[in-house]
């Protein structure tokens, strides 16, 4: 590794390593810091929304002239377009996914394919600075080369990872509050408050408990009010966030509203069905405890057990060894 950094020893390096880390958990704690202070990020990015979807209704499409100026972003989205790195038959998918994962961006998609390329070029040169890889002798360092192509392997796929982890943890919080902001929902219907105004309600109430439920309804709320069609609002909620249960929700909003049946009685109901749904997965995580027990009880917890119940006769019968064996020649010279 020196090799490749001359002028300094390996303690030097290994104090910049250090270094580096010590970096790496100061922004990660300020990220975390700062996770409580998004409140006023999200409002703004609705209102930010709303005024979209009020200039795309209000005033006429104009051509969006080029920006001269080359910022960080300008810079990213030449990139990609220069190298061609988004197809046609992946923009819907990544878009999808993106969304999903709450990156609602217009250039998170510019940024995503930036991050496909440049993470295994990286992880391509820290293999070639950290690794000794002889390569005029292959078979002498095929742990080493096992290690450089896993690691290229995993730049590769780690923008994927973060989003489908991101994606994943957004869906099971959206899952637990889902009965609740049914419950909310049926309330607010029943004080005869408009679906709009309910779903703008509910948001406000669950913004510190279940962000990510405010997020969707409050954007919901506000393509309600501003899209011509009402089914087109409710059916974005659906393809921002495809889950069962939230299909659901909207096909029977969309039905409640094409045949004009109650709202609150659809709401309570469907509230019942996932509270049950939610019971149900707990008793289900319930019955796999035995089967997922086994084998920690087998490795960790049977050897403890036969240690403290064995442990005594074994040292009684060692004991009981020693004595007869020391006693046998005064015996001897006795008789």
Same mark, same amino acid.
């Given at each position: 590794?020196?090799?490749?950094?001359?002028?300094?020893?390996?303690?030097?390096?290994?104090?910049?390593?250090?270094?580096? !880390?010590?970096?790496?958990?100061?922004?990660?704690?300020?990220?975390?810091?700062?996770?409580?202070?998004?409140? $006023?990020?999200?409002?703004?990015?609705?209102?930010?929304?709303?005024?979209?979807?009020?200039?795309?209704?209000?005033?006429?499409?104009?051509?969006?002239?080029?920006?001269?100026?080359?910022?960080?972003?300008?810079?990213?989205?030449?990139?990609?377009?220069? !190298?061609?790195?988004?197809?046609?038959?992946?923009?819907? +998918?990544?878009?999808?996914?993106?969304?999903?994962? $709450?990156?609602?961006?217009?250039?998170?998609?510019?940024?995503?394919?930036?991050?496909?390329?440049?993470?295994?070029?990286?992880?391509?040169?820290?293999?070639?600075?950290?690794?000794?890889?002889?390569?005029?002798?292959?078979?002498?360092?095929?742990?080493?080369?096992?290690?450089?192509?896993?690691?290229?392997?995993?730049?590769?796929?780690?923008?994927? =990872?973060?989003?489908?982890?991101?994606?994943?943890?957004?869906?099971?919080?959206?899952?637990?509050?889902?009965?609740?902001?049914?419950?909310?929902?049926?309330?607010?219907?029943?004080?005869?408050?408009?679906?709009?105004?309910?779903?703008?309600? =509910?948001?406000?109430?669950?913004?510190?408990?279940?962000?990510?439920?405010?997020?969707?309804?409050?954007?919901?709320?506000?393509?309600?009010?501003?899209?011509?069609?009402?089914?087109?609002?409710?059916?974005?909620?659906?393809?921002?966030?495809?889950?069962?249960?939230?299909?659901?929700?909207?096909? %029977?909003?969309?039905?409640?509203?094409?045949?004009?049946?109650?709202?609150?009685?659809?709401?309570?109901?469907?509230?019942?069905?996932?509270?049950?749904? +939610?019971?149900?997965? $707990?008793?289900?995580?319930?019955? +796999?405890? /035995?089967?997922?027990?086994?084998?920690? !009880?087998? %490795?960790?917890?049977?050897?403890?057990?036969?240690?403290?119940?064995?442990?005594?006769?074994?040292?009684?019968?060692?004991?009981?060894?020693?004595?007869?064996?020391?006693?046998? /020649?005064?015996?001897?010279?006795?008789?």
């Amino acid at each position: 590794m020196t090799s490749f950094l001359p002028g300094l020893e390996a303690d030097d390096v290994y104090f910049l390593l250090a270094a580096l !880390m010590a970096l790496a958990v100061l922004f990660f704690l300020t990220k975390s810091f700062l996770y409580h202070n998004k409140f $006023a990020v999200r409002v703004k990015a609705l209102e930010e929304r709303r005024a979209h979807l009020k200039a795309q209704i209000t005033a006429p499409r104009k051509r969006a002239k080029k920006n001269t100026q080359r910022t960080g972003i300008a810079l990213i989205r030449a990139v990609v377009n220069k !190298m061609n790195l988004l197809q046609k038959s992946q923009v819907g +998918r990544i878009n999808r996914l993106l969304i999903s994962a $709450a990156y609602r961006s217009k250039d998170a998609i510019f940024i995503f394919a930036f991050f496909q390329l440049v993470c295994p070029i990286v992880a391509f040169a820290l293999g070639l600075i950290f690794l000794d890889i002889d390569f005029s002798n292959l078979m002498a360092s095929k742990r080493n080369i096992f290690i450089f192509v896993g690691g290229i392997y995993m730049g590769l796929k780690l923008p994927s =990872v973060i989003v489908t982890n991101a994606k994943q943890k957004r869906y099971y919080a959206i899952q637990k509050a889902l009965s609740d902001t049914l419950d909310l929902l049926m309330i607010c219907s029943e004080a005869g408050l408009s679906l709009a105004a309910a779903l703008d309600r =509910v948001a406000r109430e669950l913004a510190n408990t279940y962000p990510e439920m405010a997020d969707e309804l409050s954007i919901t709320s506000i393509e309600l009010g501003f899209l011509p069609d009402r089914k087109k609002a409710l059916g974005n909620l659906a393809e921002r966030v495809d889950m069962a249960e939230i299909r659901g929700i909207v096909g %029977v909003l969309i039905q409640t509203e094409k045949y004009g049946t109650p709202i609150a009685q659809a709401l309570r109901v469907l509230a019942a069905e996932f509270r049950e749904q +939610r019971m149900l997965r $707990a008793e289900q995580k319930a019955a +796999r405890l /035995p089967a997922i027990m086994t084998l920690p !009880m087998i %490795v960790f917890i049977l050897p403890t057990l036969f240690i403290v119940v064995l442990s005594p006769a074994i040292i009684r019968s060692i004991d009981n060894l020693r004595g007869t064996s020391m006693g046998s /020649p005064s015996s001897a010279n006795v008789r």
